[in-house]
């Protein structure tokens, strides 16, 4: 079998790195099996985009680059899935997604969405999305045994985090084959080639899939946008991500996995969060709440909550706040 590529898209504090050698381990876990798995960070900061990778052979691996295409593409982040994915897709290939619109939403066969946020949650109380791939991964890619995964974890993880995250695991593995199969085929990798970028999109979509299909019509195509003083669309804010570094100057919702919610009842007025939020992002409010959050400027570090000692501070995911 020829080499299986992976390339993870993520953000830093969503645990790609962590995953891409996860998997790495489950895939030379036994004789002849081989593997690599190495990150590529950009700015050194919670919530910048950053990459891994992952190869896994039957031979040694001597090519230690980072690759340009992969079998499959992991985005650990919904808002990092650009108008130009296919560019980084090997024929045959597939996208993971993590998001909580359908599959059907994204309009494509070799894409395929799991609402890796609300699964982790669902498990270990919080949004860490980068081990629901890995059961993810078990489903649709056959160098990959579930039972490997599981050996990983135990091998790499601390002990209190083995038996969350297997499940999350192996509840993962079962939402994906359920994915795939929405749209007509388990897509393994050894018929992904049926999976084309020319074939028609399957009709196969359920009655979920087509109410949640009216809420959110398909995307654009021209996702990706800079900003521009006036230009911006707030409805494509949430969906982009390519803006200009920058200290306060350029808004930065795109950035953010969770926020910080008050809890105004428990707010009692000592500043603490205002003093500690590294990007000024909380400010002195003239209303029965002390303090409120500037979310154009939140990158969503979770600092403020850590130094609230009210628990009038938490966070909660971007998903759950754009459905309330
Ligand atoms: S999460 Fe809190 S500390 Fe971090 S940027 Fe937002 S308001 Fe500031
Ligand atoms: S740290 Fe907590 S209690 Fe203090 S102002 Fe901020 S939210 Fe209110």
């Not at 192996?170 to 994915?179: E, I, M, T, Y």
Request: net charge negative.
């Amino acid at each position: 079998m020829s080499m299986v590529e992976v390339l993870w898209h993520g953000r830093g504090g969503q645990g790609a790195f962590t995953a891409a050698r996860l998997l790495g381990a489950a895939a030379s876990l036994g004789e002849g099996k081989y593997a690599l798995a190495f990150p590529s960070f950009g700015p050194e900061r919670r919530g910048a985009p950053m990459c891994a990778f992952t190869k896994m052979d039957d031979a040694p691996i001597g090519d230690r680059s980072a690759m340009q295409q992969a079998d499959f593409v992991v985005y650990l982040d919904e808002t990092l899935l650009g108008a130009d994915w296919e560019r980084e897709l090997k024929p045959g290939g597939i996208v993971l997604v993590n998001s909580a619109k359908p599959t059907a939403y994204f309009g494509d066969q070799r894409i395929i969405a799991l609402d890796a946020d609300a699964i982790s949650t669902a498990y270990l109380g919080r949004a860490i999305p980068n081990t629901v791939f890995l059961g993810a991964l078990c489903a649709l890619c056959d160098r990959l045994e579930s039972i490997d995964v599981h050996a990983a974890i135990r091998q790499y993880m601390a002990p209190k985090l083995h038996d969350k995250n297997i499940a999350v695991v192996d509840a993962a593995c079962a939402q994906a084959r359920v994915a795939a199969q929405a749209f007509g085929e388990v897509a393994t990798l050894d018929n992904a080639e049926a999976l084309g970028a020319d074939e028609p999109t399957p009709e196969v979509v359920s009655s979920q899939d087509e109410s949640a299909s009216a809420m959110h019509p398909p995307r654009p195509h021209s996702i990706i946008c800079t900003l521009q003083a006036g230009e911006l669309d707030p409805q494509q804010f949430a969906h982009t991500t390519c803006f200009s570094a920058g200290h306060l100057v350029t808004k930065n919702a795109g950035w953010r996995n969770e926020r910080p919610v008050i809890n105004g009842a428990l707010c009692t007025g000592c500043y603490q969060c205002y003093f500690y939020c590294p990007d000024g992002a909380i400010y002195k409010a003239a209303s029965s709440v002390p303090v409120a959050v500037d979310l154009d400027f939140c990158k969503g570090c979770g600092v403020c909550v850590s130094v609230c000692k009210f628990n009038a501070l938490a966070m909660i995911s971007e998903s759950e706040a754009n459905r309330a």
